[in-house]
């Protein structure tokens, strides 16, 4: 037996994120977007459609989705959201600007950052704080975050340096806009990665204690649609259909391991990506083939999954890496 809970009001398929000032009706919003987000006309398109309900603009730029940067991040984001209880925080971009507004939605009522960095650290309970209406928009098909209760928070500030986890019940977002047509704004190289990214979430979750039947077929699907159409999507980054295809094999990799959590190839992978800089999602395909011969033949449900998304048997094709 298992339950399913999906707190996540989901929107999905190319231009519906068009849709989102309209469906913000009279709420005032503040947006953090990618740096890319004005090149592509979402700043301008929004500026003129929500007017004076749209209090503040924030760009974030890329790079880890450090506390160092969540704390000057905080200072342009909650003036504009104190006082406005129903403003909406509205997070555009990547796995960095979506972990990060999961964070700063979380306004202490003393306004101290350094509160949520203790709870964060586990050397302190959650302060009272606001709580924003959180709406995302990925613009990669990778990281899942839009339905997720999770986010990754690099502490750079501590010694030796760590990833934190934002992992509570209350962490997931209220909306998102899943819209294949942002994507095209990703280079090669972060079209391969973030696609990596979603092939790890999905094994993940098919090797994982916590797997279910239905996170089983929502991993199987997308893991079997990213090892079929990467390489096309590579060669033809224009090609809408293809670009559909992987942001709903994204969702649904995030779907399955917002049920089962990640394991041993995400673990291993920080230590990559926080010291040597090497992209999440390439450092945690590093890692697969070791998971993968550490999980084949040890569940015969983990190895029928394994099979449909490889077509081979799973100690086989373990065999073969």
């Not at 740096?35 to 301008?44: F, I, N, R, Y």
């Not at 999905?202 to 991993?219: C, G, M, Q």
Request: aromatic fraction near 6%.
């Amino acid at each position: 037996p298992f339950r399913w809970h999906m707190p996540v009001s989901l929107r999905f398929g190319p231009g519906c994120s068009k849709d989102l000032t309209a469906e913000l009706g009279d709420r005032p919003a503040v947006v953090m977007a990618f740096e890319p987000a004005g090149a592509l006309g979402l700043q301008s398109r929004w500026q003129a459609a929500l007017g004076a309900r749209l209090l503040r603009w924030v760009s974030v730029a890329d790079g880890l989705s450090s506390l160092a940067r969540a704390r000057g991040l905080a200072a342009q984001v909650w003036p504009w959201m104190q006082d406005r209880p129903g403003a909406v925080l509205v997070g555009v971009g990547g796995g960095t600007t979506l972990d990060l507004a999961k964070l700063l939605r979380c306004q202490p009522l003393d306004g101290n950052f350094d509160n949520l960095v203790a709870a964060l650290r586990g050397i302190a309970p959650w302060p009272e704080m606001h709580r924003a209406p959180l709406w995302l928009v990925p613009t990669t098909a990778g990281t899942g975050s839009e339905v997720t209760p999770w986010a990754t928070l690099w502490d750079t500030e501590s010694e030796p340096a760590l990833k934190r986890s934002l992992d509570e019940p209350w962490g997931h977002a209220d909306r998102a806009f899943v819209d294949p047509e942002l994507t095209f704004s990703c280079p090669p190289a972060v079209t391969r990665d973030t696609a990596l990214d979603t092939l790890a979430h999905a094994l993940e979750a098919i090797w994982n204690r916590h797997a279910n039947p239905l996170s089983d077929r929502l991993a199987v699907s997308a893991a079997r649609r990213i090892v079929a159409l990467l390489p096309d999507l590579l060669a033809r980054p224009l090609d809408l259909s293809l670009r559909t295809q992987m942001s709903l094999s994204a969702l649904e990799a995030g779907l399955a391991f917002s049920q089962t959590r990640t394991a041993l190839a995400h673990a291993l992978s920080y230590d990559l990506t926080l010291h040597h800089g090497v992209p999440h999602g390439l450092a945690c395909a590093l890692w697969l083939p070791t998971a993968w011969r550490m999980a084949a033949g040890r569940s015969v449900s983990a190895d029928t999954c394994l099979a449909e998304v490889f077509g081979v048997p799973a100690k086989e094709g373990a065999a073969r890496l």
